[in-house]
């Protein structure tokens, strides 16, 4: 894909702009957004290729896999975590079962070498120091538990970056409590759909709740950016 032009992979097949993905797709999925689909990207789900301009390319392949995503998730509610580790599985050149086929959604069975952490192991897989990580304790950047997964340690690990540039966790401890008010606003938002208490009804939140965030997250990046620009330039 890397090496296809703006307008065509190298086999000569044609790529669509987002409009023409929106368009070829919305009369099978009419909640599908522009949005959706930076979404969907952000989350690793769909890779599309970029123009020099930075312009989103979708190949035939992206728009089937585009399909089997948003069927897996309208027929049969799973949540984006269950697609993603079927399609990983997928894309390693595997079979996977269909998820669900003859187990629950989410049993153990769905999530194969979902790894778990002891605190010393944690702090060996981060490349962390055991102050470093009581300091994230102590500032609420990270909560003690008996073990610990992926996600604590690919915070720990950032944590160990920032230490390098002379941030330490002491520095970070309003980001809990901006945390909860952005899940207090996230919630708020999604309460009259959060009533439903179907399967169905809580995949939509779930993927919906972090649709939110991660709009929320394009906010507060982009304000950063702004404002470093312009302490750069003044």
């Known amino acids: 894909m890397a090496a296809a032009s703006a307008n065509a992979r190298s086999d000569g097949a044609p790529l669509l702009s987002i409009g023409q993905v929106l368009a070829r797709l919305t009369p099978e999925f009419p909640e599908l957004s522009n949005s959706k689909l930076r979404f969907l990207e952000e989350q690793g789900l769909v890779s599309p290729a970029r123009t020099k301009s930075g312009y989103r390319k979708f190949s035939s392949d992206d728009l089937e896999r585009l399909r089997l995503i948003l069927s897996m998730q309208r027929d049969h509610y799973f949540p984006l975590k269950v697609i993603r580790t079927y399609l990983v599985e997928v894309d390693a050149g ?68 920032l230490q390098r540039s002379g941030i330490e966790p002491r520095h970070l401890r309003g980001f809990r ?58």
Do not use: C, W
Not at 98 to 121: D, K, L, M, T, Y
Not at 129 to 143: E, G, K, R
Not at 189 to 211: F, H, I, P, Q
């Open 94 to 161: 595997r079979s996977p079962l269909f998820p669900g086929n003859g187990q629950a959604v989410g049993a153990p069975s769905i999530h194969p070498g979902v790894r778990r952490f002891s605190r010393n192991e944690l702090i060996r897989e981060a490349g962390a120091t055991p102050m470093l990580f009581n300091d994230a304790v102590s500032a609420s950047l990270i909560l003690p538990a008996e073990n610990y997964g992926e996600d604590v340690a690919s915070l720990l690990r950032i944590l160990v970056e």
């Open 177 to 234: 409590a901006s945390i909860e008010r952005e899940v207090g606003l996230i919630e708020s938002a999604l309460s009259a759909v959060a009533k439903r208490n179907d399967a169905a009804g809580r995949a939509r939140t779930a993927d919906r709740a972090l649709e939110i965030a991660a709009q929320l997250e394009g906010v507060r990046s982009n304000l950063v950016r702004s404002a470093l620009e312009r302490h750069q330039s003044s």
